[in-house]
């Protein structure tokens, strides 16, 4: 049984790619699964939301800090591009062959990069509440559940950002909220990711043809919902689903339906994989 949120005991990974360092930390053995996190945080919001759904089937899993967030450094980084070199060197230095990829918000972003510059390094791609180059429309923040006790786990000065990035407000995202994301926003490079934020634009091509999963939250007001959709004609082999009640917290606010559609993209990017009891 997997450590529950909060309990988490990986082994860190720092790698040299450039002038870059990069940190990240890994649980288990097996194929690679690299999921990158969203921007204003660290790999502890994706590692604690994937580590609580993914199918114990023979997986590394790799959650590195993207540059100028966590214990990953920034020099030489200019632009978003450069970030996308970064990771490839990344996850060539990983040594395992094609690796499975995930990102969420801004990771997702980069990671659609990476596959469709380096698609001989992606087994699979996975797209969760994706950020583009840009930001079309979006619905309004719209709460849809609200515990009388959800705040029961938080310090006053959590509650503001706790209620703007979450739409199901329980203790139990107030836990994750707590535990995974707050940690992450204390510890990033805020000039340096200004410069790297300052090349936003990524030079994606034709899009990536394997085995693809894009998710997006019905209620999701930082970057909506139709932008995803309209990721499919990228990605000839997606399967899409658009979440209603979860907005861009989804993973942390539906964790069974993440973990459902983690373990479907698992089976069809990975088919010949050998489960473990």
């Known amino acids: 049984m997997r450590a529950p949120p909060g309990q988490l005991t990986g082994t860190d990974v720092d790698n040299q790619v450039g002038a870059v360092s990069v940190h990240a930390v890994a649980h288990g053995s097996g194929l690679p699964l ?5 921007a204003g945080v660290d790999h502890r919001e994706i590692e604690a939301a994937v580590e609580a759904v993914v199918p114990d089937v023979g997986l590394r899993r790799v959650y590195p800090d993207l540059p100028g967030m966590g214990r990953t450094t920034t020099e030489g980084l200019n632009g978003n591009d450069d970030v996308v070199t970064v990771l490839a060197g990344f996850v060539e230095q990983l040594g395992e062959g094609p690796v499975l990829l995930l990102g969420h918000s801004y990771g997702a972003y980069l990671a659609r990069g990476l596959a469709d510059r380096r698609p001989e390094l992606v087994l699979g791609l996975a797209l969760v509440c994706p950020l583009g180059g840009g ?3 979006v619905p309004e923040h719209q709460v849809v559940r609200q515990d009388d006790d959800a705040y029961d ?15 199901v407000r329980t203790r139990a995202t107030a836990r994750r909220y707590r535990d995974s994301v707050v940690p992450g926003t204390t510890v ?3 000039a340096a990711l200004e410069r790297v934020f300052s090349g936003w634009a990524i030079d994606l091509g034709a899009g990536y043809g394997g085995p693809t999963l894009v998710v997006a939250g019905r209620r999701d007001s930082t970057v909506g919902y139709a932008d995803a959709v309209g990721l499919l004609a990228h990605h000839p082999n997606a399967t899409l689903a658009v979440v209603d009640g979860a907005g861009h917290a989804l993973v942390h606010e539906r964790p069974e339906v993440f973990g459902a559609l983690l373990g479907e993209w698992i089976d069809r990017a990975w088919p010949h994989r050998s489960r473990r009891g």
Do not use: C, N, S
Not at 34 to 38: M, R
């Open 34 to 38: 690299v999921a990158l996190h969203g």
């Open 135 to 137: 930001t079309g429309q």
């Open 153 to 167: 786990e938080l310090a006053p000065e959590q509650r503001a950002g706790f209620d703007e990035y979450l739409v």
């Open 188 to 190: 990033e490079d805020e």
